[in-house]
Nanobody, 117 residues
Framework: QVQLVESGGGLVQAGGSLRLSCAAS????????MGWFRQAPGKEREFVAG?????YYADSVKGRFTISRDNAKNTVYLQMNGLKPEDTAVYFC?????????????WGQGTQVTVSS
């Protein structure tokens, strides 16, 4: 069992930056693929970024967002730069033994990110 706790969401103006953090419980953190998804009002939850040995991103965030992990701290981060109003969503941390998509094994509770124009 893995528990995920996100932090770092908030309100930011367009063009600004935020860094999300996700702290994971358990001693096998390094074995999991970790990632971030987001869900905007009225839309389906969508993949944003993932990391295991390498990193991968949705086309909509490439060049603006950076995912990283610190296995010593059981934490995964999402650095978000150049934020746009369309990035407004609840962001969810996720963990998977095999693959993050289509559905991860574990979810965090979510953190709200709001980008004002």
């Amino acid at each position: 069992q893995v528990q995920l706790v996100e932090s770092g969401g908030g309100l930011v103006q367009a063009g600004g930056s935020l860094r999300l953090s996700c702290a994971a419980s358990g001693s096998t953190f390094s074995r999991y693929a970790m990632g971030w998804f987001r869900q905007a009002p009225g839309k389906e939850r969508e993949f944003v970024a993932g990391v295991r040995s390498g990193t991968y991103y949705a086309d909509s965030v490439k060049g603006r967002f950076t995912i990283s992990r610190d296995n010593a701290k059981n934490t995964v981060y999402l650095q978000m730069n150049g934020l746009k109003p369309e990035d407004t969503a609840v962001y969810f941390c996720a963990a998977a033994i095999v693959a993050l998509t289509p559905t991860p094994d574990y979810w965090g509770q979510g953190t709200q990110v709001t980008v004002s124009s």
